[in-house]
C-alpha cells in the first residue's frame, strides 16, 4: 500500500475523468480543421510561419488522439507515450528550423493579409482549447504534453501576427522566419519539458517532484 500511495503501482490503471476525454475530442477536431485551413493558406500565402503551424495543428491533432487512446492505460504506458511525443515534438522543432533557413536560402516574401487572417482564426481555435484544458495543465507527463503544445501554438500564433504586421511593414520575408524559428525553439523546449518529466515518471517519480525539478531547471 505505502509503495502505491508514492506513485510506486505502475500496473494500476487510473480513472478515466470523462469531461477530460470529451475536451480531448474537442482539441483534435479543432486541430485537424486548421491543419486544414493552415496547410492551405501556407502554401497559397508563400508563409513558412503558417506551414510551421499547419504541421504543428497536424501533430497536436495526433498528439490528442494518443492521449485518448493511453487515458485509461497504466501510468508507466502514459509515460513510455509522452516520451515518444516528446521526441515528436522535437522533431517538430528541427523541421521547423530547418524549413526557415530553406526559405532564407531562397529569399521567399509571404502574403501578409492571409497571414494575419489565419493568424487571428488559428489564435481563436487554440484559445478555446488552451481555456477548456486550463484546469489540467499540472497532471502527467501526458497531461502537460498535451497543455504544453496548446499553450506553444497559442503564442505562436500571436507571433504569426506579428509577423505578418512586419512583413506587411517592411515588404520582407525576414519577420516571417523569424517567428518560424522561435516556434521551433519552443517546440525543443516543450519536447525537453515532456521527455524530462516522463522519464522522471518512468523512475518512479512523483509528478510534484518531477513539476518541482523542472522549475528548478
Known amino acids: 500500500m505505502s509503495a502505491c500511495c508514492s506513485g510506486g503501482c505502475s500496473s494500476d490503471k487510473p480513472p478515466v475523468d470523462p469531461a477530460y476525454r470529451r475536451i480531448l475530442w474537442i482539441a483534435l477536431w479543432v486541430n485537424f480543421l486548421m491543419f486544414g485551413v493552415e496547410i492551405v493558406g501556407g502554401w497559397a500565402a ?7 503551424d499547419a504541421v504543428d495543428f497536424f ?4 498528439n490528442y488522439g494518443i492521449s485518448l487512446f493511453v487515458l485509461g492505460l497504466a501510468p508507466v504506458w502514459r509515460s513510455r507515450t509522452a ?33 494575419g487572417w ?21 497532471g502527467d507527463a501526458n497531461m502537460r ?16 501576427m506579428l509577423a505578418a ?9 525576414l519577420p516571417d522566419l523569424l517567428v518560424a524559428t522561435v516556434m521551433g525553439l519552443l517546440g525543443l523546449s516543450a519536447a525537453r519539458t515532456v521527455i524530462l518529466q516522463a522519464r522522471g515518471e518512468m523512475r518512479g517519480t512523483t509528478t510534484a517532484t518531477v513539476t518541482m525539478e523542472l522549475k528548478r531547471r
Not at 46 to 52: D, E, M, P, R, T
Not at 166 to 171: A, E
Request: net charge positive; hydrophobic share 55%.
Open 46 to 52: 508563400g508563409s513558412v510561419s503558417l506551414l510551421a
Open 59 to 62: 501533430g497536436d491533432a495526433a
Open 83 to 115: 516520451l515518444v511525443k516528446g521526441a515528436t515534438m522535437g522533431g517538430y522543432g528541427v523541421f521547423v528550423l530547418a524549413s526557415a533557413l530553406w526559405h532564407l536560402h531562397s529569399g521567399t516574401v509571404p502574403q501578409a493579409h492571409t497571414m
Open 118 to 138: 489565419i493568424g487571428f482564426a488559428a489564435l481563436a481555435a487554440n484559445c478555446l482549447v488552451a481555456a477548456l484544458l486550463f484546469a489540467y495543465r499540472n
Open 145 to 160: 504534453s498535451v497543455w504544453l503544445c496548446t499553450r506553444n501554438d497559442a503564442i505562436g500564433n500571436v507571433a504569426v
Open 165 to 173: 504586421f512586419g512583413v506587411f511593414q517592411t515588404g520582407s520575408g
